[in-house]
């Protein structure tokens, strides 16, 4: 007959057993859940598929396979490649300008100041490459406020560009820019008068829209300051940054590039 003590021992030992079978089980369900899980766990490689024991190319092959064989020589190395499969979203205002189909093969967003002498280069560059006539009708362009000076978002250039686009002029005002040697107000005042936006229009828009032209101005601010950009001038072309891993002077490959994909998919 047990006495006490014996009892607690026998009952700890039943006790240490049932515990150990318990870790047995949880061990078996967890190294079969892992088994499951490594058959779904994505590997990095793309699966195979065949068909009547022919391996056939699933679409995210087709699309990689695009790319690698698509691409120009000048774009054919791994950070191009990062580059144009990382692209990103933006954000495009109802107020933003721009000039171009809405169904055009190719999207370019500039993000400049306009009171920015330096950054003027980009604009003349991309207005050169949008008029020559391979590109007639295949480029859509918008243009959204990055200030030089992060801490005075609004400055006289960009206030009067919002101004010319309410009058439909913004294209010829910003051109009209590229000859400027100094920023005062009676300088973009004779650049507005001169685009075909009469004095006394300046004046009545300014009056009357003053307070929203601050506002859209700070919501592209924001917006472009968001994705990470802080230093005029930058493009994006169908969300791929030019600059870094693709050079402005790579532009027309890639949009030859982008071009060629966009008639593919017709």
Avoid at 160 to 171: I, N, T, V
Wanted: proline content about 4%; aromatic content about 10%.
């Amino acid at each position: 007959m047990m006495n006490c003590k014996n009892i607690k021992t026998h009952q700890g030992k039943q006790a240490y057993k049932l515990y150990l079978g318990a870790c047995v089980v949880l061990c078996s369900v967890v190294v079969s859940a892992v088994a499951v899980a490594q058959n779904y766990l994505p590997s990095g490689r793309l699966p195979k598929i065949t068909i009547g024991g022919k391996q056939v190319l699933t679409n995210e092959q087709m699309k990689h396979n695009t790319v690698d064989s698509d691409l120009p020589e000048a774009l054919k190395n791994d950070r191009t490649k990062m580059a144009i499969e990382n692209r990103r979203r933006i954000q495009i205002w109802n107020h933003t300008p721009f000039r171009g189909p809405v169904a055009a093969p190719i999207t370019w967003v500039e993000m400049n100041d306009m009171s920015c002498l330096y950054c003027q280069d980009l604009s003349q560059k991309i207005d050169e490459i949008f008029k020559k006539d391979k590109y007639k009708g295949k480029i859509q362009h918008f243009f959204m406020h990055l200030p030089v000076d992060k801490y005075n978002f609004t400055n006289a250039a960009a206030f009067y560009g919002r101004l010319a686009f309410g009058a439909g002029e913004f294209w010829d005002y910003r051109q009209s820019l590229y000859n400027v040697s100094s920023a005062t107000d009676n300088i973009f005042t004779e650049k507005l008068i001169s685009v075909g936006v009469p004095e006394k229009e300046i004046r009545r828009m300014t009056r009357k829209n003053a307070r929203q032209y601050y506002k859209e101005l700070d919501a592209d601010r924001t917006a472009v300051q968001s994705m990470g950009e802080h230093k005029p001038p930058v493009l994006y072309v169908n969300g791929i940054k030019i600059g870094g891993s693709i050079t402005l002077e790579q532009l027309e490959s890639l949009m030859d590039y982008e071009i060629k994909l966009y008639e593919r998919s017709l």
